[in-house]
């Protein structure tokens, strides 16, 4: 029999207790809902509301439980609709008639919003753990290949010289910035509910600061109405999990397009590739490709969570029990996501010639080379015609610029002189790009050492 069965005259249809059920996906919040159980029947025995012994065997008989789902011995039914009624029903069945003592002033309402946010915190460090992981190995390739110029590229046109170093380390700031929303997240959602029962708050005088302490939280919620109501901390975490995805997606794909036969940048390992079925030579991105695509789920579950909220008025309403699946599915996405990125980064192999070879022939250095003739007083609008018109005479003759003799480079401008060729070199094209936070050598070598620092901050805010 339901525990809610006194007002009902006969039990739901099956296809109404299996459309009702949330068993199936939320039964991996056991831990925590075990976890505020037992701080509950805590908070309940120090109020008086249950005798000392009373809470001791419910505790006990709940630790008993938590050890049966560890060893996967629990028998899960889906007629228990919920993990916290499947918890009270094992509860009763093993302690007998007190056991129906622990939801006295309590709601699942204030119980799921409860477990909710501690697992999501536990989760957010999970994942943060990943990106610190992920933040280190780039900052390892950058460092194992500090030296290696490539071609950057806008418009995915070859735009100017650039250290590997310098372009991969945009991404360690890209997930140090993910790894900052993440912690914001954490701490909004760092409220304890337990106290705001179904919305209206408990009749129980049950000290809401021993609980949040008892739970891990560092502060109690100032509403009962809103704090079985939001369901913002997990919009939250959606959201920035969405914006980690883009990050992630565009790091895959920059990986897809370096590991074309065409750039040849990087070969991906043996072991995060898969090969075809039919074309024996194929060795194919699928791991990053799909991290690319799984942005698109990620996305989705942020789309469908804001879906269901957005017509709901105060307080609960079952339709926010989907809150679950994608906020599940979500958080295992990323962390796989996460984790196979940092497999990738650390194994791939650089190919120095094949950057040094686009480099060559790709007029890299123009910009440079209108630079010159503006420290030599010419406009830069004028010294940019100009090089235009040089880089149109090269392409002609299929040269880039270094190979053309210094009286041709005079036909285009009498202000260029033998040094022309040293200033365009691609070593000083670089090391001219020197003010803080740019590609010179000894700014990503600062950069290198600010990121490390940060990486630090990052492991104790883990521990
Ligand atoms: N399984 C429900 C959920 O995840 C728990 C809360 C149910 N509360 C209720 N009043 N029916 O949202």
Not at 299 to 314: E, H, Y
Not at 435 to 458: D, F, M, N
Request: glycine share 6%.
């Amino acid at each position: 029999m339901k525990p809610w069965a006194g007002r009902f005259e006969k039990e739901p249809e099956k296809k109404v207790e299996e459309f009702v059920a949330s068993i199936s996906f939320d039964e991996r919040l056991y831990k925590e809902d075990i976890k505020g159980s037992i701080a509950w029947a805590q908070a309940l025995a120090r109020a008086k509301v249950i005798s000392e012994e009373e809470a001791r065997k419910i505790t006990q008989g709940l630790e008993e439980i938590k050890k049966e789902i560890d060893k996967g011995k629990f028998p899960f039914d889906i007629a228990d609709e919920d993990i916290h009624m499947a918890i009270e029903r094992a509860l009763i069945e093993k302690i007998g008639a007190v056991g129906g003592k622990l939801h006295t002033g309590r709601s699942r309402n204030d119980q799921v919003a409860t477990d909710l946010r501690m697992y999501l915190k536990k989760e957010i460090k999970a994942v943060n753990g990943l990106l610190n992981n992920l933040c280190q190995t780039i900052i390892e390739v950058a460092e194992k290949n500090v030296d290696i110029i490539m071609p950057g590229y806008t418009h995915l046109q070859v735009a100017q010289p650039v250290l590997f170093s310098h372009y991969i380390m945009a991404y360690f700031w890209m997930f140090k910035r993910d790894f900052d929303r993440m912690v914001s997240c954490f701490k909004k959602m760092d409220f304890m509910p337990l106290g705001s029962a179904a919305f209206a708050g408990t009749t129980c005088p049950i000290n809401r600061e021993f609980l949040a302490k008892e739970l891990g939280f560092n502060y109690i919620s100032d509403n009962s109405v809103d704090a079985v109501s939001d369901r913002d901390f997990i919009l939250h975490f959606l959201s920035q999990s969405s914006i980690l995805m883009v990050h992630l997606s565009r790091l895959a794909e920059e990986l897809i397009i370096w590991s074309t036969q065409e750039f040849s940048f990087v070969e991906l390992d043996d072991a995060y590739t898969t090969g075809s079925s039919i074309m024996p030579q194929k060795k194919n991105p699928d791991v990053a490709e799909l991290i690319r695509g799984k942005a698109g789920r990620i996305f989705g579950n942020l789309m469908a969570m804001l879906s269901t909220m957005k017509g709901l008025p105060l307080s609960y309403h079952r339709d926010m029990q989907e809150d679950k699946g994608g906020l599940f599915d979500t958080i295992d996405t990323l962390k796989a996501c996460l984790d196979l990125m940092s497999g990738i980064l650390s194994t791939m192999k650089i190919n120095v010639e094949a950057m040094k070879r686009a480099l060559e022939k790709s007029f890299v250095n123009a910009t440079d080379a209108a630079d010159y003739l503006v420290r030599k007083g010419v406009p830069f609008r004028e010294a940019h015609k100009i090089v235009g018109e040089m880089v149109k005479h090269c392409s002609k003759f299929n040269l880039p610029l270094e190979k053309l003799d210094l009286e041709v480079w005079k036909r285009f401008s009498f202000h260029f002189e033998e040094d022309v060729l040293e200033y365009i070199k691609i070593k000083n094209c670089l090391n001219r790009r020197d003010s803080y936070g740019s590609t010179a050598p000894k700014r990503v070598e600062e950069q290198l050492k600010r990121a490390k620092a940060i990486l630090k901050r990052q492991k104790e805010w883990l521990s």
